[in-house]
């Protein structure tokens, strides 16, 4: 009988659940700043192939805002992370120094918790086809999904790319926590690009510089956590007493139940990190 598979897509947790078993100087190297009103900004870099493997992540640096969850009556507060996410956007901006980028909304606008990428593409400046000159010309993408299209959203991907030749790509897409705690309230940035749906077991194929040959910065938020994982929780051992039970519950994932306002609001914040940091005005 296996262990219980944690499901994530954040290398946070994917670290948590590891820890023990990893080098803190060799393996996996983390730091944390705390900022204004409780906002967390973490930093894991997964600087081994021992740790790739145990966190079933790919190798390279991994950021996690982590925050309370925001509504309508906390405006400012949505401001306040949507600052932290453009600091950090401009950090990897400025080390990559690009002038043109493209950017990808991942997910099914037709399903709430998977529209994150959709939504945020609707708040995006994007200036390619316009002859002022801008800092990084943005152009974007909603190529949605298989399902929809017949194609993998890497072939879509690749073939923009490689007509429209950006010199980065920045992906948004909706994730997979393994605390429910994190839901809607956690932003994770990464240089290591993504597989779309790998955190709800759908495997498609990565879009990473790799296969497409530029730079690929992932933004995304966990709007779903698997049910086995809050079941678990709950009623302590329920994969070791209910084995059929357990993987049963493996087509299940929970979302909260203010999804929809929390898709639109987090596409707002989102978007206004991105709109800042290539709009070249420093966020101090």
């Given at each position: ?70 509504t309508?009556?906390e ?9 932290e996410l453009s ?40 200036n ?52 429910a ?8 940035l ?8 790998s ?12 296969t ?22 709950a ?50």
């Amino acid at each position: 009988m296996g262990e219980m598979e944690i499901r994530t897509d954040l290398a946070l947790e994917s670290r948590e659940g590891v820890a023990s078993s990893l080098d803190v100087k060799r393996d996996v190297i983390c730091s944390s700043v705390e900022k204004l009103q409780g906002i967390k900004v973490s930093t894991v870099e997964i600087a081994s192939e021992k740790a790739q493997k145990l966190m079933g992540k790919p190798m390279g640096t991994y950021v996690t805002i982590e925050g309370k969850p925001v509504t309508e009556q906390e405006e400012s507060y949505g401001e306040l992370l949507s600052k932290e996410l453009s600091l950090v956007l401009e950090k990897l901006l400025t080390k990559y120094k690009v002038s043109s980028a493209l950017v990808v909304g991942l997910g099914n606008r037709m399903v709430t918790p998977d529209a994150l990428g959709p939504r945020t593409l609707d708040y995006l400046d994007i200036n390619r086809h316009l002859d002022e000159e801008y800092p990084i010309t943005v152009s974007a993408i909603v190529p949605g999904v298989m399902a929809q299209t017949g194609m993998e959203t890497a072939e879509i991907v690749q073939g923009i790319v490689k007509e429209t030749k950006p010199e980065l790509v920045v992906v948004v897409d909706a994730l997979a926590a393994r605390n429910a705690k994190r839901l809607g309230c956690t932003i994770q940035l990464s240089d290591t690009g993504i597989c779309p749906g790998s955190g709800v077991g759908n495997h498609r194929n990565a879009i990473n510089k790799e296969t497409l040959g530029v730079h690929v910065i992932s933004i995304g938020v966990p709007t779903v956590i698997d049910a086995r994982t809050i079941v678990s929780d709950a009623v302590g051992d329920f994969h070791g007493k209910h084995e059929e039970r357990y993987e049963e519950l493996s087509r299940w994932f929970v979302t909260p139940k203010d999804i929809d306002e929390s898709i639109q609001l987090l596409s707002r914040i989102l978007a206004d990190g991105i709109n800042h940091a290539f709009s070249g005005n420093k966020t101090s």
